[in-house]
Structures are given as C-alpha cells and as structure tokens.
C-alpha cells in the first residue's frame, strides 16, 4: 500500500488582532475560515466581557468551543445508536425472510 504524504503549505491568519502561520496540507480556505469563525468568536465575546484579559477571553473561547464539541459528539452518537439498531432491525428481517 502506497502513503500519500501532502506537501504542508503556510497560510497566514489573524485572531484577536494576532498574526499566526498555520501550516496546512488541506484547503488554504478552510483553515481561513476557521480561523475567521474563531476570531469573531473571540470578538463577540471579548466586547461582552467586562474584563478584557486576553488570557481570559481566550479561555472562555475555548469553553464555548469545547462545549460546542461535545454537544456535537453526543449528536453522533445518537445518529450512531439510532443507525445500529435500525441495522439490527434490517438484519433481523433479512434474516426472517431468508429461513
């Protein structure tokens, strides 16, 4: 089995008035727009706070975010336990018809 290795390509983002390279070997536009939704994450919440320590409004970015992905995860999994019993239920049908 032949790997395929990606050349890695610099994309230059700002966050929070920051400028970082990311270094990404998938869609340029992607990590752009990542980056964009993080920013005005950051944004939204730093002109709501009262206390504009970077270190601060940072970590509660990343609260929302966790929270966001975990949410998510537990979507999955619902979609996931809802897939396999209607695989149960499909296999036990075929297996119905089949005897």
Do not use: W, Y
């Amino acid at each position: 089995m032949e790997s395929e290795t990606k050349e890695r390509r610099p994309v230059r983002v700002t966050i929070a008035n920051q400028s970082f390279t990311l270094l990404t070997s998938g869609d340029d536009r992607e990590v752009l727009d990542l980056a964009q939704q993080v920013d005005d994450l950051i944004n939204g919440i730093a002109a709501r706070s009262t206390n504009s320590d970077s270190a601060r409004i940072a970590i509660l970015a990343c609260l929302h975010l966790a929270d966001r992905l975990q949410s998510t995860e537990k979507d999955l999994q619902t979609i996931r336990d809802r897939f396999e019993s209607r695989a149960k239920a499909i296999q036990g049908l075929l297996d119905q018809v089949i005897e």
